[in-house]
């Protein structure tokens, strides 16, 4: 399985970028994709879900600017951001829940991409 995050960039606050997460070897339909980040001296914070079903989640910090969609066709999560903010800045991260057994593992136990940077200026 490979996740590969592109459209990370530098955007000033109130501008918008567009996520890719483009996933190779990976069933979507068995367990959920997440979008993680972390800034700088940060913990990983998690910010939006979508579960093998469709149904979606965000954190409070993201809700309403940020919007997940997953491409079937293209097995590509994406992750569009809106309205962005300076405290917006971090490492973005695609995640996939990893299956095995019967059962989907996420977190640090799942796949992880790579990582892109959007930084958000005033």
């Known amino acids: 399985v490979q996740l590969v995050e592109s459209g990370g960039g530098s955007v000033q606050a109130g501008g918008s970028l567009k996520l890719s997460c483009a996933a190779s070897?990976?069933?979507?339909?068995?367990?959920?994709m997440r979008w993680y980040r972390q800034a700088p001296g940060k913990e990983r914070e998690l910010i939006s879900s979508?579960?093998?079903?469709?149904?979606?989640t965000y954190a409070d910090s993201v809700k309403g600017r940020f919007t997940l969609t997953f491409d079937s066709a293209k097995n590509t999560l994406y992750l569009e951001m809106n309205s962005l903010k300076t405290e917006d800045t971090a490492v973005y991260y695609c995640?996939?829940?990893?299956?095995?057994?019967?059962?989907?593992?996420?977190?640090?136990?799942?796949?992880w991409g790579q990582g892109t940077q959007v930084t958000v200026s005033s």
């Open positions: 995640a996939a829940d990893r299956f095995s057994g019967g059962r989907c593992y996420a977190g640090d136990r799942g796949y």
């Open positions: 979508i579960s093998r079903v469709g149904a979606t």
């Open positions: 070897g990976y069933i979507f339909s068995r367990c959920a």
